[in-house]
């Protein structure tokens, strides 16, 4: 703690609190925009946070992208956590297989002796197989795992490159656009003023379900998120920000 204090960062946090209208933050040194190692620091803050949070028994619900796969690969066993149940907070959202909810929350329930439980349900689905879907017993079941799920852990995007790296049709793209969109979280699209612009559909956790869900921790940093962690945050002021240097920065730059 000495160290951060020399470092600056708790200062950068106090500050952020201000900018961002947030209770909860923490920022560590360097920028995972410049420096890969940085998202697991992030990493290693996130499962610091989540250690003193979770509880005997809970369920943890987890997003893809490449910084929540930092933060699996920095778990370890707790003693005191005994029993945590990992599941997908939404479906696949177009991701590399190695950075897909399912694969990080089987990853984090080895890391931690733990369990997992996945979701089969690809993402572009007609609106016949969806609904058929949703009502297969498997799916179900792990759907009703994931709402009553007591931690929510997740990235956040810039808007355009999350789309981009998506392979978003036409018409979704031009309508991210048109809407100005700065922000992308569990596949949904933010502007500037943390108002919802466009929702990919796909089963899971919806936005307005982490109002009940007891511990929501979001995961970003570089200085080239801090107009989606901005916006993000508009509309979330109860969550944990974990962040890093070169966000927190440029967010209080702004
Ligand atoms: O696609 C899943 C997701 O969590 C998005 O909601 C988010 O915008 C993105 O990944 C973050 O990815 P990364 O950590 O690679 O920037």
Redesign the pocket.
């Known amino acids: 703690d000495v160290m951060r204090e020399v470092l600056g960062l708790k200062d950068l946090e106090k500050k952020l609190k201000h900018t961002l209208h947030i209770e909860d933050v923490i920022v560590v040194a360097g920028d995972s925009d410049l420096s890969p190692w940085v998202k697991k620091e992030m990493g290693r803050a996130c499962v610091a946070c989540m250690k003193e949070r979770l509880t005997d028994k809970n369920i943890v619900a987890v997003?893809?992208?490449?910084?929540?796969a930092a933060v699996a690969e920095m778990m370890t066993p707790d003693s005191k956590q005994s029993d945590v149940l990992f599941v997908p907070a939404r479906g696949g959202?177009g991701?590399d297989v190695k950075?897909q909810?399912n694969t990080i929350c089987a990853k984090m329930a080895e890391k931690t002796m733990g369990n997992y439980r996945l979701l089969h349900v690809p993402d572009h689905l007609s609106n016949e197989a969806y609904q058929s879907l949703i009502e297969e017993p498997t799916v179900k079941e792990v759907l009703q795992l994931i709402k009553s799920s007591s931690m929510v852990i997740?990235?956040?995007?810039d808007a355009i490159t999350?789309a981009e790296r998506r392979k978003t049709p036409e018409e979704d793209m031009e309508k991210i656009k048109a809407r100005y969109a700065v922000a992308?979280?569990?596949?949904y699209y933010f502007n500037q003023e943390g108002e919802v612009v466009h929702k990919v559909k796909t089963v899971g956790i919806q936005l307005e379900d982490l109002e009940h869900v007891q511990h929501v921790i979001a995961v970003?940093g570089g200085a080239s998120?801090a107009k989606a962690i901005k916006a993000y945050m508009k509309q979330a002021p109860h969550s944990i920000l974990i962040t890093d240097e070169g966000a927190a920065r440029a967010l209080i730059r702004e």
């Open positions: 997003t893809g992208g490449t910084t929540l959202l991701e950075n909810a997740h990235g956040i995007g999350m992308e979280a569990f596949g970003a998120k």
